[in-house]
Structure formats: C-alpha cells, structure tokens
C-alpha cells in the first residue's frame, strides 16, 4: 500500500461526489481550518494502483512538544475493502503522512463497528449522529417521520407558515452565526466554530454550498436553519428558534423544506449532528423524530 500526500483537489472532491462523507473530510473543511490557523494533512490509499481510501488530518501541538494528528470520521473507504487491508492502512498512514516525532496519531472513525480499529487502542468512546438518507422517494421520507414530528410538520403546512431562503453573502447570515455564539456561551455547548462557515464557503468558491432557511412573521425573524453542502452529502450545522413566539412546527417546517431543496441539489446524505438524550432530549427528540437513523460511531483509536 502507498501513502500519496501529493493527491489533489479536483480528485479528491470528485470521489466524495460519489462517496457520501463527514464533512470533517471534505478538502474545503481543511482549507477553513488552514485559515483560521490551523495545520491540516491530507492523504490518499493507494493499492494496486487504485486510489481505495482519503484521510484528512488536523494537526496541533500539545504541550509544546507532541505532535497529534487527528482524521476525524476518516478514512473515507472508496472502496470495499477488508479488515486487514484495514489494519495495513492505519499502519501505512501513522508512518507515512510525515508527522515529525514525538507524535501521537488517532482516528475517530466514521463506522459503527469496535472492531474496525482493533489493531489499535480505543481512548475517546464512540459519537452519536442522525443519518438521514435522501436516496429515499420523498413520500418514503415523509412516511418516514413519527406520527408526533409529522402532526407538527402539517400544522405548520395548514397555518400557511413558508420558509424563506436567505441570502448565503455573508452580510445576509452574519446575524445567524452571532446568534449561534451567543447559544453557545449561554447553554454551554460545544460544536464547530461558527466561523468556520463563512471560511467553508470561501474555500467552496460557491455560495451553494450553504443553505439558509429562514421562518419570518412579517418583519420578525422566528427561526431559522444552516446547513453546508460537501460532496454527496451536507451537515445540519446550525438552528435558532425564538421559543417565546416561534409557532407550532416552525423548525420541523423548516427541516421538511431543507430535506427538499437538499434533494433537488443532488445530495443523497444528510447529517443531522450529535444527539445527547441527557443534556439535550427535546433537540435529540427532534432529530430522531425525523426518521433518520441513529448511528453511534465506534470511538477514538490511537
């Protein structure tokens, strides 16, 4: 097997246009860590001649002296490929993606299964997610969602309620990422920065790559939704609701039309993000009563 850090990226996009992947994997994604700071490597699998897999990394420095490279939900497999080549390829990429020692390498893994990084040793547990598959008929989709979320959904549909799509120039969503930091602070949670959208976006060099949807009542803004389209597949990046005036099904409206408008763009996997029925059951509620699968990933390897 051969490791190719010199792999490009009009061939990587083109594979994840056929393969479905995390967006932690997607090339733009690198490109918004480099800019906002950040140290990335990127790697190809090769055997036999054929390209069978990507890694993406991020790199840092902890302590000031270890090196940590870290390919989150990677490798991208391009290929059906068996356990030890498997094994032979965490081996191949921890001595040949030039990661200068002391230097410790993990991969967070995008499968399901413990067993997929058995050669290693596992130091973070596994990350749950809402996969939703858009392969589906959109009738399939909508029989689908539980009785509850659907009931929600057609209320919102019969009050007349639309959803807007909002402008993707930065100066249009700004009040978005602003309201998303402030959430954050104030509930206490972590997720990807909210800077890293507009970063995302300007790597992309296309605007498409994100959409907006937004519930107004006249001139008020009631909710809204972000998501970021990569390769085959986009990423539920964030929401906002204003719980005090926000009417019945506003966020499941605006969810049913994203699902829409994400089919008609060509996209065959929506990631609806983390759930955590402890701290966040009603957000969690939410996203599983969309139908979608939830998918617990194997964890951390080192």
């Given at each position: 097997?051969?490791?190719?850090?010199?792999?490009?990226q009009?061939?990587?996009?083109?594979a994840?246009m056929?393969?479905?992947?995390?967006?932690?994997q997607?090339?733009?994604?690198?490109?918004?860590v480099?800019?906002?700071?950040?140290r990335?490597i990127?790697?190809g699998?090769?055997e036999?001649?054929t390209?069978i897999?990507?890694a993406q990394?991020?790199v840092?420095?902890?302590g000031?002296?270890?090196?940590?490279?870290?390919?989150t939900r990677?490798?991208?497999?391009?290929?059906d490929?068996g356990?030890?080549?498997k094994?032979?390829?965490?081996k191949?990429?921890?001595?040949?993606i030039?990661?200068?020692w002391p230097?410790n390498t993990l991969?967070?893994?995008d499968?399901?299964?413990?067993?997929?990084?058995r050669?290693?040793?596992?130091?973070?547990t596994?990350?749950?997610?809402?996969m939703?598959?858009l392969d589906?008929p959109?009738?399939?989709l909508?029989?689908g969602?539980e009785?509850?979320?659907r009931n929600n959904?057609t209320?919102?549909?019969?009050?007349?309620l639309?959803?807007?799509?909002?402008g993707?120039?930065?100066?249009q969503?700004?009040?978005?990422?602003t309201t998303?930091e402030?959430q954050?602070?104030?509930?206490g949670?972590?997720s990807t920065?909210?800077?890293?959208?507009?970063?995302?976006v300007?790597a992309?060099?296309?605007r498409?790559?994100?959409?907006v949807?937004r519930?107004?009542?006249?001139?008020?803004?009631?909710a809204?939704?972000?998501?970021?389209?990569?390769?085959?597949?986009?990423?539920?990046?964030m929401?906002?609701l204003?719980?005090a005036?926000?009417?019945r099904g506003?966020?499941?409206?605006l969810?049913w039309?994203?699902?829409?408008?994400?089919?008609?763009r060509?996209?065959r996997?929506?990631?609806?993000?983390?759930?955590?029925?402890t701290?966040?059951a009603?957000?969690?509620r939410?996203?599983?009563?969309?139908?979608?699968?939830?998918?617990?990933?194997?964890?951390?390897?080192?």
């Amino acid at each position: 097997m051969r490791i190719d850090l010199d792999i490009g990226q009009p061939t990587w996009d083109l594979a994840l246009m056929a393969k479905p992947a995390a967006l932690q994997q997607d090339w733009s994604y690198g490109e918004a860590v480099k800019s906002l700071g950040g140290r990335v490597i990127r790697a190809g699998l090769v055997e036999d001649g054929t390209l069978i897999g990507l890694a993406q990394f991020t790199v840092r420095r902890i302590g000031g002296l270890v090196n940590m490279a870290l390919c989150t939900r990677g490798p991208v497999w391009l290929e059906d490929v068996g356990p030890a080549t498997k094994v032979q390829a965490f081996k191949a990429l921890k001595s040949g993606i030039g990661l200068s020692w002391p230097r410790n390498t993990l991969f967070s893994l995008d499968e399901t299964d413990p067993q997929a990084g058995r050669s290693m040793s596992r130091v973070v547990t596994g990350y749950s997610t809402v996969m939703l598959d858009l392969d589906q008929p959109l009738d399939s989709l909508r029989a689908g969602l539980e009785s509850k979320w659907r009931n929600n959904l057609t209320a919102a549909e019969k009050a007349g309620l639309s959803a807007t799509v909002n402008g993707t120039k930065l100066a249009q969503y700004r009040w978005l990422l602003t309201t998303e930091e402030g959430q954050r602070e104030t509930r206490g949670y972590k997720s990807t920065p909210a800077a890293l959208v507009p970063e995302f976006v300007a790597a992309k060099g296309d605007r498409d790559s994100l959409l907006v949807l937004r519930l107004d009542e006249g001139k008020q803004k009631r909710a809204a939704m972000l998501f970021v389209l990569h390769g085959a597949a986009a990423t539920y990046q964030m929401g906002w609701l204003d719980h005090a005036n926000a009417p019945r099904g506003a966020h499941n409206l605006l969810l049913w039309n994203a699902i829409e408008h994400l089919r008609s763009r060509g996209v065959r996997q929506l990631d609806l993000g983390g759930v955590n029925t402890t701290s966040g059951a009603g957000i969690a509620r939410f996203k599983i009563g969309t139908g979608g699968a939830v998918t617990t990933l194997a964890g951390t390897y080192l």
